[in-house]
């Protein structure tokens, strides 16, 4: 049983539609409110028969909501909770977000919308975009990271734990830490192995793309992530960029390690390397979605 | 139709064993050998359902085959070609290899063999080993890559022909090209792609362990590849070493100049960076099994 009775999702693409598809399988009974900038997105979200109250103005939308979700980019998220916060918020209002990076959004959202905010961050997404690829198991064994703020203060446990038991009955593994951690683990863990993809991609087909021909599975797997939206990874690489430029630093410095074991070459070093590499690949748990 | 009768396959492990399944269940009729080191590999042949005269001696297994294939490490082939040149070989006797790399195999091979060795390079495998993972779908929708040498002559493009329609039967895409050209291809596409995953999963995990709690696909598919046998991969990296030298110098400056773009840091700089990316991943075709 949720104890959530209406729930505002802002920006139906792949993650907000899949919210809402999960939320209308798994909690029967709760109001479903969907926010787009344009309505000319209404027909997508009928196209995936979900059944939302449709808003294009954004104080509207959160007018009464029990839990607010902002599932837009990053960047305009402060504009959407200046709109959110001259609506008559109902008292026990929760309001998240769904951003790849915390610190910078938590430090933007806190002075606006107080400590009924507390950030999210399903680790789910694909380098698919858009409502049309939404799907209703997105977040089913997915890992959760939720950071309470400076203003989260231990009177809002309440809050927390109500975020918490939503992201649990939508099939997530909820972990939680400050938004500097969670920003320093997420470049260690998302953002230095997407531009790393990229990386891979385009030093190995920049001056040979015919290269192409002869790609198996390794290549496939390895470079997957270098398919995902431009705009979306440069919002995110700048909104993260002191953490994520120590991770590629260390990269860096990685790479010219085995640079030089290779030159001279020394067998048994390499060996050393790579299975250092192995064994700390064998801890990373298997996808169980 | 099959023009082999009688079919030897050398190193029972992921490859030698795929290749028997595969053999056994699409030529039906053909006569199946297989050589290992040990005898105590003939327990897990027959396990895995395979109906094979078993062989430790390498000679004696190659006494009269038509088609013999190396899936033994690189660096034990030149021994294995040696016992095999002493048997009483058929007169078209075709001799063939599955190593990832081909100029110094080619090379090597070649003077022990004559013509009627030619590598080929079927891209299947995975980063498990042994023959307990192997399976008979292992090379449908693969491409092989074979790489006839010096010695091949037009005179001999019959074996060229038998051995295209070998893989072709296994369900590969066969495309033709020079053992240099091969080693470089697969610098670019298949060893650069490894490395970065180990290096990825280095620079990622090395400091901070305990962040493989936050892993989510994007982690465990662009690392994936690391989780494979250090031995082996020495073996490969080695044997291809200059080319693969080259692919880690291009992928260094790459790295580089991202580090100088978020440094700035250029927002257009960096889109255009991931942008360029995403183009050329998007000319990666999809994966068919």
């Known amino acids: 049983m949720s104890s959530e009775t209406t729930i505002a999702i802002y920006g139906p693409g792949l993650l907000g539609g899949s ?60 504009a959407q909770a200046a709109q959110i916060a001259k609506a008559d918020l109902s008292a026990d209002c929760l309001i998240t977000d769904v951003g790849s990076v915390k ?30 690829t939404a799907r209703s198991c997105l977040f089913q064994n997915a890992t959760c990271l939720i950071t309470p703020g400076a203003r989260t203060p231990p009177s809002t446990s309440k809050l927390l734990l109500r975020l918490r038991t939503f992201w649990q009955a939508l ?4 972990l939680e830490m400050s938004p500097e951690e969670h920003d320093e683990k997420v470049a260690r863990i998302s953002h230095l192995p997407h531009m790393m993809a990229a990386i891979t991609t385009l030093a190995a087909l920049r001056t040979d793309p015919a290269a ?25 690489a700048l909104e993260n960029r002191q953490a994520l430029l120590v991770q590629l630093q260390t990269a ?20 050393r390397f790579l299975a250092e590499a192995q064994s700390l690949r064998r801890t990373v748990p298997a996808a169980v979605s």
């Open 19 to 78: 919210l809402a598809l999960a939320i209308q399988e798994r909690m029967p009974g709760i109001a479903l409110r969907l926010w787009a900038r344009r309505d000319t997105a209404e027909a997508g979200i009928r196209d995936r028969g979900i059944q939302a109250e449709f808003f294009t103005d954004a104080t509207a939308a959160a007018q009464g909501a029990s839990l607010i979700i902002l599932c837009t980019p990053v960047e305009t998220m402060p």
């Open 103 to 132: 610190g910078s959004v938590v430090r933007a959202l806190e002075p606006i919308l107080g400590s009924r905010f507390i950030g999210s961050h399903p680790m789910a997404g694909s380098e698919k975009a858009g409502i049309e």
């Open 171 to 174: 099939g997530c593994n909820v």
């Open 212 to 236: 192409v021909a002869c790609v198996a599975n390794g290549f496939r797997d390895t470079t997957r992530v270098a398919g995902g939206d431009p705009g979306l990874w440069t919002g995110i």
């Open 252 to 271: 860096s410095t990685t790479l010219t390690e085995l640079l030089e074991i290779l030159g001279k070459p020394d067998e048994e070093e390499l060996r």
